[in-house]
């Protein structure tokens, strides 16, 4: 079970002003949100690639949803479950990788299972953790490289290992903030066809919930169940991506409904640019809010 639902979810990062003006009763909400009153309910088992500009509020929203800040207003939960802080029903892989450097491929895996099966009461031996995580580092293609260090590994076989740990641990619900941003195409292309191999084969009745953060049109049309598109701390486009998988690049991105959504897309990313642009001029002349 995984279903993940945001109820009126504000955030800002208030500076000592907005502080003190909250603390006098003057202020009940900081002048600047970063995320602006979101609601968004993602399916148990569905996978929802959150795309916008830089600087939209992505990487805020997915880091509220790994409990790492907490949200100004609104709420958050799981099953129903509030959401308040970090917890082992969610795993999130960073587009830094975020691998320990002096463990190698294998022992970082084993971390995670470790972890989880701890916090969780899963009671799992020494043993069944190893068998785990290598059984995970062979999804990904690292069995190879289990013995081996990150500062040894390339960019790309450091997110493999940092996506079978994802995996390994078993976490209801996935977060993925550009994972493959940093790669080169081909890297980057392997990866997302990883991921979508992966994907299908969990167990039907088990599929994570995965929210997957990127910029890139095509990663999201490839990966999605469904495209939100984000731009100024705010929802502006819900798209179904009603398509089998595995989903071939050259062929998926080239029919024509798939380009149909490229080009939707293409828009609210221009018309979003437009309007981001009208208001950064608005408030230089004026300041925040629009007036003197």
Not at 5 to 23: I, K
Not at 156 to 161: E, K, L, P
Not at 174 to 190: I, Q, S, Y
Not at 260 to 279: K, N, P
Request: net charge negative.
């Amino acid at each position: 079970m995984g279903a993940l639902v945001l109820d009126d979810v504000c955030f800002a990062y208030e500076d000592d002003l907005s502080v003190r003006r909250r603390r006098r009763g003057k202020g009940a909400e900081p002048a600047s949100l970063v995320l602006k009153h979101l609601d968004l309910t993602v399916a148990d088992g569905e996978f929802l690639c959150l795309v916008g500009h830089s600087g939209c509020g992505k990487t805020t929203l997915l880091r509220t949803l790994a409990g790492l800040q907490r949200p100004t207003s609104g709420s958050l939960s799981i099953d129903g479950k509030p959401l308040d802080g970090p917890g082992l029903d969610r795993s999130v892989v960073f587009q830094n990788y975020s691998l320990f450097p002096w463990m190698t491929a294998l022992k970082n895996v084993e971390f995670g299972v470790r972890q989880a099966s701890v916090e969780l009461g899963r009671g799992l031996t020494k043993a069944q953790i190893t068998e785990v995580s290598r059984e995970y580092l062979a999804k990904v293609s690292m069995a190879d490289a289990a013995d081996l260090h990150p500062y040894q590994l390339s960019g790309g076989m450091q997110q493999r290992v940092a996506i079978a740990r994802a995996l390994a641990m078993d976490t209801e619900i996935l977060l993925f903030d550009e994972p493959f941003g940093a790669l080169d195409v081909r890297t980057r292309r392997e990866l997302q066809a990883l991921m979508n191999r992966l994907w299908m084969q969990e167990d039907r009745d088990r599929k994570k919930t995965a929210v997957f953060v990127t910029h890139d049109i095509d990663e999201a049309l490839l990966l999605a169940d469904r495209i939100v598109f984000m731009s100024g701390g705010r929802f502006l486009a819900d798209i179904p991506v009603a398509a089998a998988r595995p989903r071939d690049p050259e062929d998926f991105l080239r029919r024509p409904a798939v380009r149909l959504i490229q080009d939707e897309l293409l828009g609210l990313f221009y018309d979003a640019e437009e309007t981001r642009r009208d208001v950064a001029e608005r408030e230089l002349v004026f300041g925040e809010g629009g007036v003197l």
